[in-house]
Every structure is written in structure tokens, then in C-alpha cells.
């Protein structure tokens, strides 16, 4: 009787043992030491996190930051004949950023799965700290756009951002992980307009604080440029401790161990598949990519739509008064996202929640136009709710799409996935503005339309974007990953 008791608890260690003698780690393979990390670590990895989280959020500033005062820059530059047509120029203005992106992101994905996720990282922030800063101090319209189209060129932060969030966490810690990065970056999204719409134009806004003709006089959008570019630099610092998580294992290391057929979680990869061939990747990347478009538009026409006069429909905001409204959203993202996203994903996952997201959204664009007839309180309160649910759920759809595509691929591909996701989605968001900007002006001159009039045609058509959207989140478009099967 004594043996039954003797041989019992003989398994209990068994799994343990097995788990060690599964992995094998490369010495001086900073993606083996990631993982030899995750494998020891009892919480989530809070610290990457943090840094990542920094990154993320002074990557993102600069992109949106230009909207509040986009619409007086122009003005200032002097291009538009008329100001029905400032629209027009704000929208290729607003563009520019993305086509730079779209043309290099595919390129700094490839770099950042040949020599590491951080050094992208780190060479995105220099681009920032140095174009960013010339874009406030353009005097002329191509400067402006010269500077943008850089600025998004040499920007390849997302690709790698996105692999990175996923490789530092553990399995069951990966929403966690995307999360973070889509916070910081809708934050970002939200601030930047918010630094924009508070320090553009200082001279006007602070007579008492910046004289006329100081530098940020004759300069009057170089002060929000440079704030920004002052935290790039402070982010640039933190990069010092962020760890590389890419697997760099010597060839001739690897030659030899081929017959010990490693196992480690993230080197033993399945054999590589071209990534256009991979369609649960590349459908939840032209998901995104509507979504994406969406949401580019709707920065631009929000910001345009609430600083035009009401007589075309507006309401007749200043940059300080869309600066608010976004802050406020703002801050509503970052509790969404700190109490509510995670434990909505256990719940519901990444599709459904992303498909919940899309669909609430619809009924708040379309009140939007409606709100031009109201003011004081009653205009506020409505505005203020409308802006923070809207930001809460556009950020809830990326998420989703983001952890699909990352989830698709092996380590190996996840910078070329993500380069490829960023290089289309720059694409639409580069279409985005300028047909955002084209159709505003549009609509500015039809008021007395009998069909949709004036704004309420702009706020439609983002409406039809989120329906497309919508419908691309079900079967037979969307293929899910494995890894949510």
C-alpha cells in the first residue's frame, strides 16, 4: 500500500522539468534572455511597459498636433484664395505625414527583424526632434509639406512598437501589452491636438507672455512643435533601458544546434510563408486599414468642423476650445483603457468587442452635425460625451485588429506584418485628409442643399466608412488567427 502513496506525487514536478527542458536559450540572444525573463517573471512586464508607453505616446504627438491650428496655418501661408477653399490645402497638408509614412514603413519593418525592434525605435524619435521642429518654423506652404512628408518617412516607430508590446508579454498578458501601446498612442492622438490648440498662435492667445515680435511671434506655430519635441528627447532618453527582444542567434550556432532542435518559444518558429499569401493577416490589415481611415477623417473634419464659423455650419470654436474638448477625451481613454479594456477582452475578445466598438459608434457621428444648433451647456455636455465615447471605442477597434495581425504571423515576420500594416494603413490615412478636407470645403458651399446640407453630408459619409468597417469584422472577409481558435 505503501507504493500508490510513493509514486502520487511523482508527476507533480513533471511539467515544471519538462518546461525547462523544452526551451533552449542562446547565450547573449537578447530575444532569448526576453524570454528567459517572461519565464521567471510573476506579473506583467510593467517596466518595458513604461518605456514603451513613453515612446509611444511622443511618437504619436506630433501627428495630430497640427489639426487645431491646421486651419489658421494655412491661412498664415496665405495658398487658399478664398476661405472656403483653406479645406482643400489643410486636407494635402494633413496628408503629407502619411504618404511619407506609406512609403517607408514596409522598409523600417524589414530593418527592424534584421538588426532589432530599438534601434527603429530610437531613429523614429531623432526624426522627430529634428522635423518636427522645422515643420513650426515653416514659412512657406511646400516647407510645411516638405517637413511632414520627412517626418512620416523616417518615422518607423509603429512596426516595431506593435511586435515589440507582444514579444515582452506572456500569452495571456498580450492585450495588455497592445493596449499599452494603443493607449499611449490614442493619447498621444488626443494631446497632440490639445498641445496645438493651447500654445499655437501664442502671441494672440498670451499678449502678455509672448510679444509680437519674440521668436514664437514671428513663428506662431513653433511653440507646440517644440514642446513636443523636448519630450522626443526626454523619450529618446528612456530608450537607454529598453531591452532589445528580437532573437539574434549566431549561423554558426545555429548549424550546429539544428540536429538539438530548439524549442524556444519564439525561435523555433514554423517555416516562414509569404505574408501577402497569409489571409487571416492580411485581412484583419485591410480591416484596420478602413478603420484607420475612418478615424484620420474624423480627427481632420472634427477639428475643421468645430473651428468654423456657424454660419457654414460650425461652431465657432477657438484652438484653445477644440483643445479642451480633446484633453478631456483624453483623459476618458486613459481610464478606459487602465479599468475597462482588459477585462472587456477576457469577456468578450478582441472580434466581438471590436465589432460592439464599430457599431456604437455610428449613432454618435451621426448626431454630430445636429449639435451646431445648440450652445452653452446644452452644447458642451453633449459635445464633451460624444468626443470621449467616440475616442474610447475607436481605440477598442485597433486594439482588437492589432492583436489578430500580431497574432497571425511568427516573431520572425511580426516587423515586415507590422510594416506592411503601417505602410497600408499610412496610405489611407494619407487619402484620408485630403479627401476629409476636399469634402468639407464641399460642403461648406452647399448649405441650403436639399439632400444631406452642408456638414451633415461630411458626417454621412465618415458613417458609411464605419458601416464598411463594420461589415469587414464578419465571416467570410475576416479569417481568424489560430491563436484565437
Given at each position: 500500500m ?20 523544452a526551451y ?26 513604461f ?25 498664415d ?29 514596409i ?51 509603429l ?19 497592445m ?27 498670451y ?35 529598453l ?26 518558429d ?81 472580434i466581438?468587442?471590436?465589432?460592439t ?88 458651399k ?40
Amino acid at each position: 500500500m505503501a507504493e500508490p502513496a510513493s509514486s502520487s506525487p511523482a508527476p507533480a514536478p513533471e511539467p515544471a522539468e519538462k518546461k525547462k527542458a523544452a526551451y533552449q536559450y542562446h547565450e547573449g540572444c537578447p530575444g532569448c534572455a526576453m524570454e528567459r525573463r517572461k519565464e521567471n517573471r510573476k506579473g506583467a512586464p510593467y517596466r518595458e511597459l513604461f518605456f514603451v508607453g513613453i515612446t509611444t505616446f511622443a511618437s504619436a504627438l506630433p501627428i495630430t498636433s497640427l489639426f487645431p491650428f491646421l486651419y489658421f496655418m494655412i491661412q498664415d501661408l496665405h495658398v487658399a484664395q478664398r476661405e472656403e477653399d483653406i479645406g482643400f490645402y489643410a486636407g494635402f497638408l494633413g496628408a503629407s505625414y502619411m504618404v511619407g509614412r506609406g512609403f517607408a514603413s514596409i522598409f523600417w519593418g524589414m530593418v527592424a527583424d534584421r538588426i532589432g525592434r530599438k534601434p527603429v525605435i530610437m531613429i523614429s524619435i531623432v526624426s522627430i526632434i529634428i522635423f518636427n521642429t522645422l515643420f513650426g518654423l515653416s514659412v512657406k506652404y511646400w516647407m510645411a509639406i516638405a517637413t511632414r512628408f520627412l517626418l512620416g518617412a523616417l518615422n518607423g516607430f509603429l512596426a516595431p512598437v506593435k511586435a515589440y508590446c507582444i514579444e515582452v508579454c506572456r500569452d495571456d498578458q498580450q492585450a495588455l501589452g497592445m493596449s499599452t501601446v494603443n493607449t499611449a498612442w490614442g493619447i498621444g492622438l488626443i494631446i497632440g491636438p490639445a498641445i496645438g490648440g493651447y500654445l499655437a498662435q501664442p502671441a494672440k492667445q498670451y499678449p502678455h507672455i509672448f510679444h509680437e515680435k519674440s521668436t514664437f511671434g514671428r513663428f506662431p506655430f513653433l511653440l507646440p512643435c517644440l514642446c513636443i519635441s523636448v519630450f522626443a528627447t526626454f523619450a529618446l532618453i528612456t530608450c537607454i533601458w529598453l531591452p532589445e527582444s528580437l532573437h539574434k542567434h549566431n549561423k554558426l550556432q545555429k548549424g550546429v544546434e539544428t540536429a538539438q532542435a530548439s524549442t524556444s518559444p519564439e525561435s523555433a518558429d514554423p517555416p516562414k510563408k509569404s505574408l501577402l499569401k497569409n489571409w487571416p493577416l492580411m485581412s484583419s490589415i485591410i480591416t484596420y486599414c478602413v478603420f484607420s481611415l475612418h478615424d484620420t477623417a474624423y480627427s481632420e473634419i472634427f477639428s475643421l468642423w468645430t473651428v468654423s464659423d456657424r454660419k457654414y455650419g460650425g461652431l465657432s470654436f477657438s484652438s484653445k476650445d477644440v483643445g479642451q474638448v480633446l484633453t478631456v477625451a483624453g483623459a476618458s481613454l486613459l481610464v478606459y483603457q487602465i479599468f475597462a479594456y482588459r477585462w472587456l477582452d477576457k469577456i468578450f475578445g478582441p472580434i466581438n468587442l471590436t465589432r460592439t466598438a464599430s457599431a456604437l459608434s455610428i449613432p454618435i457621428i451621426a448626431a454630430y452635425p445636429f449639435m451646431t444648433h445648440l450652445s452653452g451647456i446644452r452644447l458642451g455636455v453633449p459635445l464633451y460625451i460624444a468626443a470621449m465615447f467616440k475616442s474610447c471605442l475607436a481605440i477598442t477597434r485597433v486594439s482588437g485588429t492589432s492583436l489578430l495581425q500580431n497574432n497571425a504571423v511568427p516573431q520572425g515576420q511580426r516587423g515586415a506584418a507590422n510594416g506592411i500594416a503601417t505602410t497600408m494603413m499610412s496610405l489611407f490615412k494619407a487619402f484620408a485628409p485630403a479627401a476629409a478636407g476636399i469634402i468639407f470645403s464641399w460642403a461648406q458651399k452647399r448649405q441650403r442643399a436639399a439632400f444631406f446640407p452642408g456638414d451633415q453630408m461630411v458626417f454621412l459619409l465618415l458613417n458609411c466608412t464605419e458601416v464598411l468597417g463594420l461589415l469587414l469584422t464578419f465571416k467570410p472577409f475576416l479569417a481568424v488567427p489560430e491563436h484565437y481558435k
